[in-house]
C-alpha cells in the first residue's frame, strides 16, 4: 500500500505540475513560460517526485515505464497492474482539481484542449498519426534506456533522478510541437477526460505507442548491458 501511495501521489505531481505549467503558464499574457518552460516543469516533477518516493516505489509514475521495466527484468509482474490502476488514478485526480481550478479565472471561457495529446488537428504542429506514432515510439524507447541505465547498480548512486528529470525535459522539448509530448499514458488519459476537443478518441496512440517504445528501449538496454551474474 505503501508503494501505491507513493505512485499515487508521484503521478498526481506530473500531471498537476507539468501540465498545470501547461494550462495555467505556458502562454500566460507576457509572461508566458512557453514550450521550454513547459518541457522543464514537466522534468521538475519527475526529478523531485523520483527524490521524495522513489526509495518506496521506484518512482515510475507511468504505465509505459513500470510495463518497460517489468520487460527489463527489473519490476514483478504481479505489483504491475496495481501501479496501472493508481498511476491513472493519480494522474486524473490532479487534472479533475485543475479542472476545478481554472474555470475560476475571470472570463473563463472553456478549457479547450486542457494540454492533451494528439495528432492530425489535435497536433499544436498539426503533424500526422504516423509522425505521432513513431516519435512517441523512439522518445519512450530512449526515456526507458536513461531510466535503465541511470537506475543500473553499475551506475554512479543518487543521481538517477536527475538524469531522468533532464531526459524527460529533453523529451518535451523535441516533442511538444508534435503531440503535446506525450510517453506516458496516465499523463494522457487524466486530461483527456476533462478536454473539450475528440482527444478521447486519439488516447488509443498515446497508450499504445509509448507501451511500444518502452518495451524496445527495455529490450534494447538489456542487449547493451546484460545483468552481471
Avoid at 12 to 30: D, R
Wanted: aromatic share 12%; with cysteine; proline share 4%.
Amino acid at each position: 500500500m505503501k508503494k501505491l501511495l507513493a505512485e499515487f501521489l508521484g503521478t498526481f505531481w506530473l500531471v498537476f505540475g507539468g501540465c498545470g505549467s501547461a494550462i495555467f503558464a505556458a502562454a500566460y499574457p507576457e509572461l508566458g513560460i512557453g514550450f521550454a518552460g513547459v518541457a522543464l516543469a514537466f522534468g521538475l516533477t519527475v526529478l523531485t517526485g523520483a527524490y521524495a518516493f522513489g526509495h518506496i516505489s521506484g518512482g515510475h509514475f507511468n504505465p509505459a515505464v513500470s510495463i518497460g521495466l517489468f520487460v527489463g527484468g527489473r519490476f514483478n509482474l504481479k505489483e504491475l497492474i496495481p501501479y496501472i490502476v493508481v498511476q491513472v488514478l493519480g494522474g486524473s485526480l490532479a487534472a479533475a482539481l485543475l479542472f476545478i481550478i481554472v474555470q475560476g479565472q475571470d472570463g473563463f471561457a472553456g478549457v479547450a484542449g486542457f494540454a492533451s495529446n494528439g495528432f492530425g488537428e489535435l497536433s499544436p504542429g498539426h503533424y500526422s498519426l504516423f509522425s505521432a506514432l513513431l516519435i512517441e515510439i523512439i522518445l519512450t524507447a530512449f526515456f526507458l534506456i536513461v531510466i535503465m541505465g541511470s537506475t543500473d547498480r553499475r551506475a554512479p548512486a543518487g543521481f538517477a533522478p536527475i538524469a531522468i528529470g533532464l531526459a524527460l525535459t529533453l523529451i518535451h522539448l523535441i516533442s511538444i510541437p508534435v503531440t503535446n509530448t506525450s510517453v506516458n499514458p496516465a499523463r494522457s488519459t487524466a486530461v483527456a477526460l476533462f478536454a473539450e476537443t475528440a482527444a478521447m478518441g486519439q488516447l488509443w496512440l498515446f497508450w499504445v505507442a509509448p507501451i511500444i517504445g518502452a518495451i524496445i528501449g527495455a529490450l534494447i538496454y538489456r542487449i547493451i548491458a546484460p545483468s552481471e551474474k
